[in-house]
């Protein structure tokens, strides 16, 4: 299972990091900023870092995937919540010029408990302030009921007495990105940031349509980035003969995704909007 794990990640790695770079034409009717492929090549790495447990190469950032777009990242705070097993980290980037916050997924062990859940579990609860928004449980409970939440916000408070005001990008892998969408929220809401970016890669769903609808217009720079073979964004499972029932992906998908042709692999990105479950993309 480790293993799928990692091959989905860096499948990733290697889709974002050998593609062309092309913007993408998206969300003009809103303006929001256009999918920056730069931009999510080098993200992944954090996302890709924080699985690491030496955390000593992680607060210097000298570890083994510390280096390259990556390279001078200044750590603010190392997060490890050994009980439920997650981690994450709080820095600031050169470029781009941001307080970063990254979430790691779930380990080994955990991640069968995760999907198993994710399959079978309906665990919604109440998303607080918001009438009729509900969202996952565990993914709630991961960022809002650990020592996670008020780690990460202590970190961002002292990075922002140093840098400022400057963009928070915030970010994770699986359910990593679970966290990082909590977290973007979070900031937004609770924190009245107003500069807040969300980029998830391989996301599950983490509310209902309700609270996907609320979430965009929340935090309107958010974007899933998702790959087809990747199990977890369908997860949990999206039940269209449910509506009221089911989980929901808010909207802003990049699908990277290859079509074989003999020998020939093509790699297409695909912006999804609209609903977040557009039939086309990853749903
Ligand atoms: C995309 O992101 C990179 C890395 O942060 C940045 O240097 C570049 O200016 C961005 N491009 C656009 C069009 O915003
Ligand atoms: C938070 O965690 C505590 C202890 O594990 C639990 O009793 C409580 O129900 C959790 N809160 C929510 C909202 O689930």
């Given at each position: 299972m480790k293993k799928t794990w990692w091959l989905i990640l860096v499948t990733f790695l290697c889709l974002l990091s050998s593609?062309?770079?092309?913007?993408?034409?998206?969300m003009d009717k809103v303006n929001l900023p256009k999918y920056n492929h730069t931009l999510a090549t080098i993200l992944v790495q954090y996302a890709s870092a924080v699985y690491l447990s030496d955390l000593t190469a992680l607060f210097t950032w000298t570890c083994s995937r510390c280096d390259g777009l990556t390279e001078g990242f200044e750590i603010i705070e190392l997060v490890v919540d050994v009980e439920h097993c997650l981690q994450a980290f709080v820095g600031v980037a050169d470029d781009?010029?941001?307080?970063?916050?990254?979430?790691?997924?779930?380990?080994?062990?955990?991640?069968?408990?995760?999907?198993?859940?994710?399959?079978?579990?309906?665990?919604?609860?109440n998303y607080p302030g918001m009438d009729d928004a509900m969202v996952h449980r565990g993914f709630y409970n991961a960022y809002h009921n650990t020592t996670i939440r008020p780690a990460i916000l202590d970190a961002v408070d002292r990075a922002k007495k140093f840098y400022g005001n400057i963009q928070i990008i915030v970010l994770g892998h699986s359910m990593g990105g679970a966290m990082a969408a909590?977290?973007?929220?979070?900031?937004?809401?609770?924190?009245?940031?107003?500069n807040v970016q969300v980029m998830t890669f391989g996301q599950p769903r983490i509310g209902n349509a309700v609270f996907a609808s609320l979430y965009s217009t929340l935090v309107p720079n958010t974007l899933r980035v998702t790959h087809d073979h990747d199990i977890v964004p369908h997860l949990p499972p999206y039940y269209y003969y449910l509506p009221s029932k089911t989980y929901h992906h808010f909207p802003r998908e990049v699908w990277l995704y290859n079509v074989g042709l003999g020998s020939l692999v093509y790699r297409v990105e695909k912006v999804c909007d609209g609903s977040g479950e557009d039939p086309t993309c990853s749903r």
């Open positions: 593609s062309k770079g092309r913007d993408l034409k998206a781009p010029h941001a307080i970063i916050i990254a979430f790691r997924g779930t380990n080994e062990h955990s991640l069968q408990n995760w999907i198993e859940d994710l399959y079978w579990k309906q665990h919604e609860i909590f977290c973007g929220l979070d900031l937004t809401v609770n924190r009245c940031e107003k």
